[in-house]
Every structure is written in structure tokens, then in C-alpha cells.
């Protein structure tokens, strides 16, 4: 089997068309993950024992049940709860929430961080506990674990693919599709691995520059 | 004239430490005192419970004359809400050992910050007042750096001027050279010094610079296992304790015959 470069060429569009709904549903869901994580996050250190240990439950619920369970669930439940959601939308609900878990998990790694003279110092200013939590807490916590917080990004852009198991025409999905009509299966899926490489990498970079910029009160 | 400070019969343990075992303390506003003792006695402790960043076991603590922890409700007194705590909360203020700064913001952002979100100052008000508590403690070309770039004894300024910025009706100072190198000892002490002499505040010095407490306070408190032992002036304290514990402390620091 030689690799056809004219024929990688020609399906690179298509490919490129599908990539579009890969990026999206990864921006779009670790924007879910990232605000929900928080909200978790916050929760399950609040004072209220029932919010806190509900919220326990569900990260522990999500975190040790499988992805591809979690969006069959959704695709398959939801509308019979009166919630309907195109494929794209839901798919990109499941990889938010189980990210969010996830990302719950990094953000308590990064409060437990804080020392505590800050919140007594903050105490001691007689900061409200949500000026306390939004200007000293957080503004420390969230820095030091973006590599963490990183690596999820590149881990559910790579799990994009499961929402081919919900009809989305995303980038693997698109691939299988054009192998399928052409019988050559070689290129296309050659193509979607360097694809998501090619993004991972380019990601993981951002990631590494972000950091930086977070860090730059930090001494030299 | 009633007490800015009152604790009566106030216990504190952590966990099974019995750290606080019956504290009765008066103190009038514009007073200064030292709290004198050995490590564990007790004496942050007392800041801690003073500062509302812990609530006794037992006891009344009152801070101008209204308890943090409770609040008269319908003619009974009930657990306080988070308003009531606030209220008393703010006519407090404390340095702590080790600064607790904001590494995030600059100096300048470190003592707006409450000015803003606290007193809800405008912008203008709150950076005018800030930069004016930063020259106050000698650190005026300071202000915009972070505390990562700052020393030990300049953090501490900074810490002071965040405090003092609040305008409390007492300060609380909790062994605030400790972390200090040596050299940079004298420098807070004598701010503190200036603070007390103004007599506008009242303050309570957590320390273990005997001489300043001898010089500096109207009154100093010695603990020992969780109980006052003695208190008086500092002369008394210094000179004529009448508690061998107080002495054998004293002497210890001091020297005999100091």
C-alpha cells in the first residue's frame, strides 16, 4: 500500500470542514468544563454539609463512569425529559461535565494551595467571603495549576471522537466517512492523527505561554 | 468609661490543647499593651479571638461593647449572622508574623484592596489614602512593586499601612518582627512606637522584645499556660513582679539584675 499524496491532498478539506466541529466542540465544552469545574469546585468546600456532600457524589458519579456511557446517556435521556438538543449540543453538554469533575478536582489542588494567612489576612480586612474567594482565593489558586488544567484541554479534544457515537460529524468520524465512499482508508486516517497532533502540540503551547503570562507577579 | 476590649472567664482549646483556660481582661480605648509569655502560652491565641478569626469555647469576648459571636434579636441573644460579625469585625485590625500579603497585587493594591471592596471608597479616595499610608511607613517609591520584590521589613510596613488604612479602634500586632532579620528589627519597632505615642488607637502587641515593652506599652500582660498571670504596668512587670513564674521569665530573657 503507497501512501497517495494527490488523494491526501484532495480529502485534506473535508477533513479540514470536520476539524471546524472538533475545535468547536473542545472550546465549547472545556468553556463548560472550566465554569462548572469551578462551580464544583466552590461547592464542595462550601459550609452547607448537603451541598457539599452532594457535590462530592457527583464528581465521584462522573469521574467513575465512562465517557461514552455518560454521552449515550444524555443523547438517549434527555429529550424524553423534555430537553432537546441537537447531536453537537449534547455532545458538547457530556464532555463539559465530565470534564468538570476533572477540573473540580484541579482547581480544590489549587485552593488547598493557598496558605492560610491569606484567608485570615483577608478575614482580618473584613473581606466578604465572596470578595475573599473572587480577589485573594482564586486569583492565587488558578495560575499554578493551568498546566493541570491544560492537559484536560488535550485530553477531551482527543476524546472527541466519542460524539461519532452520537451521529456528530466530527473529525475521525468524517475521516471513516470518506474511507468508507473511496475504500482507501490509509490517507484519510493518516491525516486525522496528524491532525489532532498537530493541535495538541499547538495547544499544549498556548498552554506553556499562558502560563507564563499568569506567573509574571511571582519573583524571578 | 466602658472597655474597647472585654473578655471574661474566655477558654479556647484546639482539638484536646486547652490553649486559653479562663482569660479576664479589661482594656480601655487608646491604651497599649504588651502581652509578654513563653511560646504555646496562649498569646497569639488571644489575637486570633481578638481578630474574630476564631470564636472562644466559653466566655464573653466584647469589642466595644458588643459580642461578635452573638447578637440581641427580639430581646434574646442569638447566634450573630454574617452582617453583625462584619460590623464588629471591622473596628479590628492585625499584623500578622509573617505579613500575609497579597502576592498578587502590588504594594499600593495590597492596602486598596479593603479600601475598596470594604469601605467602598471611590477609586481616587481609596489610591490617594493608600499612597498617603505607604509614605506614612517610609515606603512611598514602593508602591507599585509586588511583594515578591520587596524585603522582609518593607513587606511588614506594607502589612502596617494595610492595616492602618482601615482606621480601626485597635490594632492588634502579633509578633511582627519574628520573621524580620535582625537589622530590620529597630525599624518596625520604632513605627510602632510612633503609632502608640499617638494614643488615637488602641493596641495590643503580641512580642518578645522585652526593652519595648518596658519602653513603648502603659501596660504589660504576661501569660503563662493559658492564664494571665500578671498584669501591670511595665515597670512593675520589669522591675517588682510579684509572681515567681513572672520573674524566672523575665530574668530569663533579661538577664538577672537587668
Known amino acids: ?220 | 468609661m466602658n472597655p474597647i476590649i472585654r473578655l471574661r472567664g474566655v477558654h479556647k482549646a484546639y482539638g484536646e490543647l486547652a490553649v486559653l483556660r479562663g482569660i479576664d481582661l479589661e482594656v480601655p480605648a487608646g491604651q497599649t499593651v504588651s502581652v509578654i509569655g513563653p511560646s504555646g502560652s496562649g498569646k497569639s491565641t488571644l489575637l486570633r479571638l481578638l481578630m474574630t478569626l476564631d470564636r472562644p469555647d466559653q466566655g464573653v469576648l466584647e469589642i466595644d461593647g458588643e459580642s461578635p459571636w452573638t447578637m440581641e434579636k427580639n430581646g434574646s441573644q442569638q447566634p450573630a449572622d454574617e452582617r453583625h460579625l462584619r460590623q464588629v469585625r471591622g473596628k479590628v485590625g492585625m499584623v500578622f508574623q509573617h505579613f500575609n500579603l497579597f502576592p498578587h497585587m502590588s504594594a499600593l493594591h495590597n492596602v486598596m484592596e479593603a479600601l475598596l471592596r470594604v469601605l467602598r471608597l471611590p477609586r481616587t479616595e481609596a489610591e490617594a489614602r493608600a499612597r498617603e499610608r505607604l509614605s506614612a511607613v517610609g515606603l512611598a517609591d514602593k508602591a507599585d512593586a509586588y511583594p515578591a520584590h520587596l524585603s522582609g521589613g518593607q513587606k511588614q510596613r506594607v502589612a502596617i499601612a494595610r492595616a492602618l488604612a482601615m482606621q480601626p479602634k485597635v490594632m492588634l500586632f502579633d509578633e511582627i518582627t519574628s520573621a524580620l532579620d535582625p537589622e530590620l528589627v529597630g525599624g518596625i519597632l520604632a513605627l510602632l512606637h510612633e503609632m502608640s505615642s499617638k494614643r488615637t488607637m488602641t493596641m495590643v502587641i503580641v512580642t518578645h522584645h522585652m526593652r519595648f515593652a518596658e519602653s513603648c506599652s502603659d501596660r504589660v500582660v504576661f501569660f503563662d499556660e493559658g492564664v494571665i498571670v500578671e498584669d501591670g504596668a511595665p515597670k512593675a512587670i520589669f522591675h517588682e513582679p510579684r509572681h515567681e513564674r513572672t520573674r524566672r521569665f523575665v530574668d530569663a530573657i533579661l538577664g538577672p539584675e537587668a
Open chain 1, 1 to 220: 500500500m503507497i501512501f497517495d499524496w494527490q488523494f491526501a491532498w484532495d480529502t485534506l478539506p473535508k477533513l479540514m470542514a470536520a476539524l471546524k466541529v472538533t475545535v468547536a466542540a473542545t472550546v465549547l465544552g472545556m468553556a463548560v468544563a472550566l465554569a462548572l469545574g469551578l462551580a464544583l469546585a466552590l461547592a464542595r468546600r462550601s459550609r452547607l454539609q448537603w451541598l457539599s456532600w452532594s457535590t462530592a457524589g457527583f464528581i465521584e458519579f462522573v469521574r467513575s463512569t465512562p465517557l461514552l456511557v455518560q454521552i449515550y446517556f444524555l443523547f438517549y435521556i434527555l429529550p424524553g425529559l423534555g430537553i432537546e438538543l441537537s447531536a453537537f449540543a449534547t455532545g458538547v453538554v457530556a464532555l463539559g461535565l465530565h470534564y468538570a469533575a476533572y477540573c473540580s478536582e484541579v482547581y480544590r489542588a489549587g485552593f488547598d494551595g493557598i496558605p492560610r494567612g491569606q484567608w485570615e489576612a483577608a478575614s482580618a480586612l473584613n473581606l466578604s467571603r465572596y470578595h475573599t474567594i473572587g480577589r485573594i482565593i482564586i486569583p492565587q489558586a488558578i495560575p499554578p495549576v493551568v498546566p493541570a488544567l491544560g492537559n484536560y484541554l488535550v485530553a477531551m479534544f482527543k476524546d472527541t471522537p466519542m460524539l461519532s457515537a452520537i451521529t456528530v460529524l466530527e473529525l475521525l468520524q468524517t475521516g471513516k466517512v470518506v474511507g468508507a465512499e473511496t475504500f482507501r482508508y490509509l490517507e484519510p486516517l493518516t491525516l486525522v492523527g496528524a491532525l489532532f497532533l498537530v493541535l495538541s502540540l499547538i495547544s499544549a503551547a498556548g498552554i506553556r505561554g499562558l502560563e507564563r503570562r499568569l506567573q509574571k507577579w511571582v519573583a524571578q
